[in-house]
């Protein structure tokens, strides 16, 4: 097996006892990583919900991954999510994902929302594996800038829908 081995994680409610690590890993994932108060000010929120997700047998690694989401009454979105790069390859994205899913139909919200670079093709591949669908995109609205040329590049956001029923 050449592959990376398959890890046991449990999913958790996030709290502000893991804030210094959510605010780390965003950070790690994302071109402009939300801070520490960032972080709190949405975990502030009663309507956003922390998922994140720990490796079992091991209370001194740290968080692997997170899943951040608004849920109301009318529809929930995914506001971010992300797995510790050293982590991926292993199914956590996809295990947080279940898991927001699970506690939404326990909810009985009817829809979940999120949008996804179009150029983030893992990501992609698992939500549609998981049932999204395509309903819009945001052109241009992604970023990035090549590190040898030096040149902007932009990219759009897909704009998926799973319909929860």
Same mark, same amino acid.
């Given at each position: 097996?050449?592959?990376?081995?398959?890890?046991?994680?449990?999913?958790? &409610?996030?709290?502000?006892?893991?804030?210094?690590?959510? @605010?780390? !890993?965003?950070?790690?994932?994302?071109?402009?990583?939300?801070?520490?108060?960032?972080?709190?000010?949405?975990?502030?929120?009663?309507?956003?919900?922390?998922?994140?997700?720990?490796?079992?047998?091991?209370?001194?690694?740290?968080?692997?991954?997170?899943?951040?989401?608004?849920?109301?009454?009318?529809? @929930?979105?995914? $506001?971010?999510? =992300?797995?510790? &790069?050293?982590?991926?390859?292993?199914?956590?994205?996809?295990? $947080?994902?279940?898991?927001?899913?699970?506690? !939404?139909?326990?909810?009985?919200?009817?829809?979940?929302?999120?949008?996804?670079?179009?150029?983030? $093709?893992? =990501?992609?591949? $698992?939500?549609?594996?998981?049932?999204?669908?395509?309903?819009?995109?945001?052109?241009?609205?992604?970023?990035?800038?090549?590190?040898?040329?030096?040149?902007?590049?932009?990219?759009?956001?897909?704009?998926?829908?799973?319909?929860?029923?």
């Amino acid at each position: 097996m050449f592959g990376r081995r398959e890890v046991d994680v449990m999913i958790l &409610p996030g709290s502000v006892d893991n804030i210094a690590e959510l @605010a780390h !890993l965003h950070q790690e994932g994302f071109r402009r990583g939300w801070t520490e108060d960032e972080m709190i000010a949405l975990m502030e929120k009663p309507e956003n919900i922390f998922l994140v997700a720990k490796v079992v047998g091991k209370p001194k690694l740290p968080i692997v991954g997170f899943n951040i989401m608004r849920e109301t009454a009318e529809e @929930a979105e995914i $506001l971010s999510i =992300a797995v510790d &790069p050293a982590w991926r390859g292993r199914d956590i994205g996809e295990r $947080l994902m279940r898991e927001a899913i699970n506690r !939404l139909l326990a909810d009985r919200v009817p829809a979940l929302l999120l949008e996804v670079d179009e150029n983030n $093709l893992g =990501a992609v591949r $698992l939500y549609e594996k998981l049932g999204f669908k395509q309903v819009g995109s945001r052109p241009g609205y992604y970023r990035a800038v090549d590190p040898v040329a030096g040149s902007v590049q932009r990219s759009s956001a897909l704009v998926m829908r799973l319909d929860l029923g």
